[in-house]
């Protein structure tokens, strides 16, 4: 039984208080999980999974001053926007494979935050596919918006002589538009201009 011990010194007849040991209890080795009132005790035990939640290309643009070009490779999209506003939305064709570019000539398009540095006129350029018919006039369209992509060359916005092919994971790396939406395109943004592409 626990209690208080008084102990009363002869000395000083002063009364000092010393108090008894105190049994503490050991930890529980399995204790009850804890459940969230806002929890159904019968969700308690199911396995939680986190998703990651991608922001909205409105968010992303919500704070750019001016224009701004968001692509979702898995979508298939460009959207426009131009001092956070949307503006414009184009279908698109992007690498051959998913995922980020990780080395030269992996047919991935890169990720991430770029800059177009020039805009060229591709009319006159051919590209050769290897597929036995030679180089292919107008292949790139009829202009070709040259993005800054650090550690890669040659990645860039451009057009293309097979429409048929949007919508789809075909190119070595680059991003393809119809020709209409290009010349479109062509006329909104300019050098300096943030691009943004991701998965």
């Known amino acids: 039984?626990?209690?208080?011990?008084?102990?009363?010194?002869?000395?000083s007849r002063r009364r000092t208080v010393i108090p008894a040991p105190v049994a503490v209890p050991a930890p529980d080795p399995d204790p009850p999980p804890v459940?969230?009132?806002?929890?159904?005790?019968?969700?308690?035990?199911?396995?939680v999974e986190f998703v990651e939640v991608r922001p909205r290309r409105s968010d992303i643009a919500r704070d750019v001053p001016g224009t701004l070009v968001v692509i979702d490779k898995s979508a298939y999209t460009m959207e426009v926007f131009n001092d956070g506003e949307p503006i414009r939305e184009y279908h698109i064709a992007v690498g051959k494979n998913l995922g980020d570019k990780q080395r030269v000539?992996?047919?991935?398009?890169?990720?991430?935050?770029?800059?177009v540095v020039q805009i060229q006129n591709s009319s006159s350029w051919?590209?050769?596919f290897?597929?036995?018919?030679?180089?292919?006039?107008?292949?790139?369209g009829p202009y070709f918006i040259r993005l800054g992509t650090?550690?890669?060359?040659g990645i860039g916005i451009h057009g293309t002589h097979a429409p048929d092919s949007i919508g789809t994971n075909i190119t070595e790396g680059c991003i393809r538009l119809e020709n209409e939406d290009?010349?479109?395109l062509r006329n909104i943004v300019k050098i300096g201009d943030k691009v943004v592409i991701r998965d």
């Open 130 to 140: 290897g597929d036995g018919n030679g180089p292919t006039r107008g292949a790139y």
């Open 126 to 128: 051919t590209y050769d």
């Open 35 to 47: 459940i969230s009132e806002d929890i159904s005790p019968a969700l308690a035990d199911e396995e």
């Open 1 to 11: 039984m626990c209690g208080i011990v008084f102990l009363v010194t002869r000395e």
């Open 105 to 115: 000539g992996d047919m991935r398009t890169p990720e991430g935050e770029f800059p």
């Open 182 to 184: 290009l010349a479109e």
């Open 150 to 153: 650090p550690g890669w060359t």
